[in-house]
């Protein structure tokens, strides 16, 4: 019987070191950044927010509309110096804007009136799913998205800054990084600090409390939707700088990774979603390398169940209601 | 009682539902459009209201075959009603590609007796779902595109394969390889039906020719991130890079190998042949191969012409021709007087068709009789452009 | 500030209620005239209900009357016991590949020798070929419910949530190991699946869908009894106990892990002898029958017709099914569609199409007390016991 392992190559950590780790880092970052949101929904609803993934999507089309209306054209994409910081500028406005928007709605349509009733946890759960399939069939209309892939013009250059030790370091790298991580300190240091970021971790940690205390919870629930929507917005927006063109059905499997992501940091914890990015990230590009890429999804699934049966609290613990972020 | 008036409500809503429902109808059948008859339609001798039927992805992320498909057969119908003056339809079933819809279609198409002969399924997937079932019925299919070689191999008497098969593209697309002069070869393959099972021949044909095989990798074509992938190929120093995939997913994959500074020719199959491909390389196609057993773009002027004034302006893309060809093949039958669904089955498997590509000529397996060629075509100034058969 | 409660859509409960009141006689007359009536269905040609696009028998066997096996299979996972999984169409494949397995790559023949072939056409366990349908078909129920106890037994002990995740990682795993193992065939799947043997006259074809169909009506009748037993029995009250508040009935002294487990092994079966007809229909299946998708249509069957409650079950499923083969035409809107339905289902009638009067109950008890303020009832907070 052949081995189903075939690509099994167990020296490639070596071999192929610094490129995973660049790599990792950089689809990591993306992770981290889409896994906010699911963790600051569940930190303050205890809700899946299956349409996140949705969310997403919706952030990457915004690239798209930024790219036209700044004449970006597909023959000739790349921008470069102050075109280059105009145009990132221009798509992640829009990008978070849409996000930010969307998260917005989704809240108010589909999962405010069934706190309302004070509906079952299950009854949540079928309306994420619902709103998902929703969302994603809505922009595979042709006056969307369509069906098909939509390129989606490169702005930054791909083409290698350097190389070290084999990875090759290019700007779209070094901008998902550092963007992403930008981001996520800003978040973080604004729900530590802000009065609506107090009134987060309060709604988290008792929200009868909180209540009692003079928190408006509808305004604190939809801040946070809004606040996790601007950041997969972003993710959706470095996604393009990245991996350039989207379709309908993109944030499907993207969704699913970076709520591992939340979950193997924390989930509820706003750096347990950047460290789990990070991790994630990083397992999948030395999975890939030593079991061969067929396998990278199953190490995925495999990390989320060993986590939920052995540590469901993930790496960092549960603690958006606690003291610390 | 208060509640009345809710179940009047409820039972409203119910019957507007029935009559909606009732006002439905399915996907219609298509009759030809347009064009002058030359002659009075529906003579004497014209079989009364058959039809012909399509079976493949109409709709859905797969359906740029099926659409070209399709499209070629309008054409044949269109100039069959003005040679002949009799009216054939071209009923369409929308399998989305996908092999559980597979069933249920094909029973409704043995079920109607008007139907006399399939083109499709697209497929292969969906083929090995709805073949036994046309078998069965005794209803003769042409595929102009399904390539898996093994649909050859269930001895259904009613099956027909317009294109050469994976068994013929594998070994020309390892003979095109080894003939270019490489020696250390990646192949990757995105884990499905068709683009394993073609890798999978070039991969023991490359072996078989002295080559190797240094880097065997499956590719989620939903996924994003090929990074790993692209470092094995760096890593590794290949001369080329072979792709069992459909053309989404092979630009993106030879977009990444580009951007990691992988210059290796990069070699696809017939899925992999369209213009979106392109699209999905972003600028960096340019060089790639593809290869296919038929020709990308069609090369008469007259049925391109005719096809773009039939589709709505569309450009005939791949199996197009194939399509055109297949249906002119069964429209032949019905010109020597064969309606049946046997009489067809006959005619087809026996009786040889001049088409605008070559000649049809079937086996006793259903496949072609002399294979067929494998067509080169290669990525040049943005455009794919035809250079020839593999030698 | 609470919006005031709707008054809610009184189809049922009187309709329930008349039910209730007839004498025991006529409740089996009624109901022997519906069963009868779904066997003749697939002969019959009703313009309303036909399906114009697909073949209406081909339609009533699958998606239809599977999704109401694997409905009934998983309502007794999430209806009965409260478990929220999300990877179920794993025990689908399970049974499917166990058929195809079976079916085409291990020989049974030394395991049948011993066995004596009973008299009579209609239990001849070896078919025209020497395939043993009947054989294959428990021992595809028994592979579902191991499946089941190894995938239940670690993840049990998990609460809501946190068990949906885990389980969506299952089903998927099972996926991708299957389209990644090449022996049992890989992306290709298994092909030439063979079919039941003739019973009684009645020929198991790809052409004629009928005698597929009615022998998943036979099955489905019989899944229909063996819940409905278990639900009156010890272990259904257990169920109850369990699904309104774990804890509690922790405390009691029931039993819970055992008991979630026995629904898990339970659901795992039926969905298992749900793959094991259907491949042997289709006569050839890949890992891509069985996408992730499935489990959220299966899900979605039995919370839109009322969780926990057969009839409202059987209903959602048919639902599910149909309503898109019905409306093929506008193919292009039928996810769209069943997204926006399930948000509405949810906003507007929670308890499902058909709810059990116990479920509304449940439902209304959330309502008015602090924890919703914010969303749900108990958390994962607890999340291991």
């Known amino acids: ?325 | 009682m208060r509640n009345t008036r809710r179940m009047g409500m409820a039972f409203g809503l119910l019957a507007a539902t029935g009559l909606l429902a009732a006002g439905c109808s399915s996907e219609d059948s298509e009759v030809s459009t347009g064009g002058t008859a030359t002659s009075a339609p529906g003579g004497a001798n014209c079989p009364k209201d058959l039809k012909i039927g399509f079976f493949g992805a109409l709709t859905g992320s797969d359906a740029a075959l099926g659409i070209n498909e399709r499209n070629g057969m309008r054409v044949a119908f269109e100039r069959y009603k003005k040679e002949s003056g009799c009216e054939v339809k071209l009923e369409p079933y929308d399998s989305q590609g996908d092999p559980a819809q597979a069933p249920g279609l094909a029973s409704k198409a043995v079920g109607d007796s008007k139907v006399v002969a399939i083109i499709g399924p697209a497929f292969s997937g969906e083929s090995k779902q709805a073949n036994p079932i046309f078998n069965e019925g005794g209803l003769p299919i042409i595929t102009p595109s399904a390539t898996n070689a093994a649909l050859s191999k269930n001895g259904w008497k009613i099956f027909h394969r317009a294109v050469a098969n994976d068994d013929l593209q594998g070994p020309a697309a390892a003979k095109f390889i080894i003939g270019k002069g490489a020696k250390k070869i990646a192949v990757i393959d995105d884990a499905s039906e068709y683009g394993k099972g073609l890798a999978d021949i070039v991969r023991t044909k490359l072996k078989e020719g002295g080559a190797t095989t240094d880097v065997n990798e499956a590719i989620d074509p939903k996924g994003s991130d090929y990074s790993s992938t692209v470092n094995k190929v760096k890593a590794a120093n290949v001369d080329a890079v072979f792709y069992g995939g459909y053309y989404e997913s092979a630009g993106r994959l030879m977009k990444q190998l580009r951007d990691g500074n992988v210059a290796a020719t990069f070699v696809a199959g017939d899925g992999s042949l369209d213009a979106k491909f392109l699209d999905s390389a972003s600028g960096k196609g340019e060089g790639a191969v593809l290869l296919a057993p038929g020709n990308y773009t069609a090369t008469d002027q007259a049925f391109i012409d005719e096809y773009k004034k039939l589709n709505g302006g569309a450009e005939p893309g791949l199996y197009s021709v194939e399509g055109f060809d297949a249906a002119n093949h069964v429209l032949a039958a019905l010109k020597a007087g064969k309606t049946t669904r046997a009489d067809i089955n006959a005619y087809v498997s026996t009786t040889p068709y001049q088409g605008l590509l070559k000649n049809y000529q079937y086996q006793a397996d259903g496949e072609l009789q002399g294979g067929g060629d494998i067509i080169v075509h290669e990525v040049n100034g943005g455009k794919i452009t035809l250079v020839g058969p593999v030698k | 500030m609470r919006l005031p409660t709707r008054p809610r859509l009184e189809v049922v409960a009187p309709v329930a209620e008349a039910w209730n009141r007839l004498p025991r006689v006529a409740r089996w007359l009624a109901t022997l005239a519906l069963v009868a009536f779904l066997f003749v269905l697939p002969t019959l040609t009703i313009p309303i209900i036909d399906t114009p696009g697909s073949d209406f028998a081909s339609v009533l066997f699958f998606p239809v009357g599977i999704y109401v096996l694997i409905a009934l299979g998983l309502n007794v996972v999430v209806g009965e016991a409260g478990l929220l999984d999300l990877g179920y169409v794993a025990f689908f494949a399970i049974g499917g590949y166990a058929m195809g397995l079976l079916g085409t790559m291990v020989d049974l023949g030394p395991l049948l020798s011993g066995l004596p072939v009973i008299g009579g056409s209609a239990l001849r366990l070896l078919g025209p070929d020497g395939t043993p349908f009947f054989v294959i078909l428990p021992l595809g129920i028994l592979a579902s419910m191991v499946g089941g106890l190894i995938l239940g037994t670690p993840t049990l002990r998990l609460r809501g949530d946190y068990l949906a995740i885990v389980t969506l990682g299952f089903g998927e795993i099972i996926r991708i190991i299957a389209r990644n193992t090449d022996a049992i065939g890989g992306p290709r799947g298994i092909n030439q699946i063979p079919h039941p043997p003739s019973v009684g006259g009645l020929k198991f074809g790809v052409i004629d869908p009928k005698p597929y169909y009615w022998l998943l009506l036979v099955i489905i009748i019989v899944v229909t009894l063996l819940v409905r037993n278990l639900q009156r029995s010890r272990v259904g009250r257990a169920w109850t106990a369990i699904r309104e508040d774990e804890d509690a009935a922790e405390l009691m002294g029931v039993p819970t892990f055992k008991y979630k487990l026995w629904a898990f092994a339970i659901g795992a079966g039926i969905g298992g002898s749900g793959g094991v007809l259907y491949a042997s229909k289709v006569i050839s299946i890949t890992p891509d029958n069985f996408l992730f998708i499935l489990s959220i249509l299966f899900l979605s069957a039995v919370v839109l017709g009322g969780s926990g409650n057969m009839p409202g079950v059987v209903l959602g499923a048919v639902v599910v099914a149909y309503l898109p083969e019905r409306f093929r035409g506008f193919a292009e809107y039928r996810v769209l569609v069943f997204g926006a339905v399930l948000v509405a289902m949810m906003v507007f009638r929670p308890q499902g199409l058909l709810p059990s009067r116990r479920r509304a109950a449940e439902l209304r008890r959330g309502e008015g007390s602090p924890d919703d303020a914010v969303g749900g009832t108990a958390g994962p907070e607890a999340v291991t016991t």
């Open chain 1, 1 to 325: 019987m052949p081995s189903i392992f075939a690509a099994f190559e167990p020296g490639a950590v070596l071999t192929s070191f610094w490129p995973s780790v660049i790599d990792g880092l950089a689809l990591g970052s993306l992770y981290a950044l889409v896994a906010l949101g699911y963790t600051l929904v569940y930190g303050v609803l205890r809700l899946i927010n299956f349409a996140n993934s949705e969310i997403f999507m919706i952030g990457t089309a915004g690239a798209l509309v930024g790219t036209s209306l700044l004449g970006i054209s597909l023959a000739d994409p790349t921008q470069a110096g102050l075109g280059l910081a105009l145009a990132l500028l221009v798509c992640l406005v829009i990008s978070m804007a849409f996000g930010g928007a969307a998260a917005v709605l989704l809240e108010l349509l589909a999962y405010r009136p069934l706190r309302r009733r004070g509906a079952p946890r299950l009854s949540f759960l079928i309306s994420a799913i619902g709103s998902s399939l929703f969302l994603a069939e809505l922009f595979a209309r042709p006056w969307l998205l369509g069906r098909d892939r939509k390129p989606v013009p490169e702005i930054v250059d791909h083409a290698a800054i350097f190389t070290f030790k084999g990875a090759i370091v290019s700007l779209d790298k070094v901008i998902v990084i550092v963007g992403a991580l930008v981001m996520m300190v800003v978040i973080d240091q604004f729900v530590r600090r802000s009065r609506l970021g107090r009134g987060i971790r309060a709604v988290a940690q008792d929200p009868e409390t909180a209540t009692l205390m003079g928190v408006n919870i509808d305004r604190v629930v939809t801040f946070t939707f809004l606040l996790g929507g601007l950041m997969a917005g972003a993710a959706g927006l470095l996604y393009e700088v990245r991996f350039p063109g989207t379709k309908f059905d993109i944030g499907f499997i993207f969704g699913i990774k970076s709520f591992t992501a939340a979950v193997l940091g924390g989930i509820g914890n706003l750096r347990g979603a950047l460290v789990g990015g990070i991790v994630l990230g990083l397992l999948e590009a030395f999975g890939g390398a030593v079991f061969g890429s067929e396998w990278i999804d199953v190490i995925g699934f495999t990390i989320l169940v060993v986590i939920l049966m052995f540590r469901p609290t993930g790496l960092l613990g549960e603690s958006l209601g606690k003291a610390r972020a």
